[in-house]
C-alpha cells in the first residue's frame, strides 16, 4: 500500500527554520519525483518546490529561492523540506505527493498520492 506521511512541522516565529519530513511506505521513492505542496487558510493548495527522480530541483515559488530546499535520502526513503526564514506568509499545511506520472513540469497534473499534511505555522 503506498502511504506518505509527513512530519515536522510546528509553531515557529519569524526567522525560525523548519525541516519537514515526508517518509514513504509501500514503494521506494528513489525512482519517483516527489513534490512538496502547501495550503494556506482559504486559498487554494499550491506548488512549492520538487525534486525529480534524477535529483533535479524545481521551484514552483519564487517566494521561496534562497530559503527552502528539498532533498532526499533513498536509504531512509524520505525526502526533506529545509525551510529557512521563515515568514508570515509561510504559514500552511504542507503536504507532499508522488504518482508514477508527476513530473517537476508546471504543466504536469498534480501528483495522485498524498500524505495527510503537516500544518506550519509562523507567528511571533
Known amino acids: 500500500q503506498v502511504q506518505l506521511v509527513e512530519s515536522g512541522g510546528g509553531l515557529v516565529q519569524p526567522g525560525g527554520s523548519l525541516r519537514l519530513s515526508c517518509a514513504a511506505s509501500?514503494?521506494?521513492?528513489?525512482?519517483?519525483?516527489i513534490g512538496w505542496f502547501r495550503q494556506a487558510p482559504g486559498k487554494e493548495r499550491e506548488g512549492v518546490l520538487c525534486?525529480?527522480?534524477?535529483?533535479?530541483?524545481?521551484y514552483y515559488l519564487d517566494s521561496v529561492k534562497g530559503r527552502f530546499t528539498i532533498s532526499r535520502d533513498n536509504a531512509k526513503n524520505t525526502v526533506y523540506l529545509q525551510m529557512n526564514s521563515l515568514k508570515p506568509e509561510d504559514t500552511a499545511l504542507y503536504y507532499c505527493?508522488?504518482?508514477?506520472?508527476?513530473?517537476?513540469?508546471?504543466?504536469?497534473?498534480?501528483?495522485?498520492?498524498w500524505g495527510q499534511g503537516t500544518q506550519v505555522t509562523v507567528s511571533s
Open positions: 505527493g508522488t504518482d508514477p506520472y508527476y513530473s517537476c513540469d508546471t504543466t504536469s497534473p498534480p501528483p495522485g498520492h
Open positions: 525534486i525529480s527522480s534524477s535529483d533535479g530541483v524545481k
Open positions: 509501500g514503494f521506494s521513492l528513489d525512482s519517483y519525483t
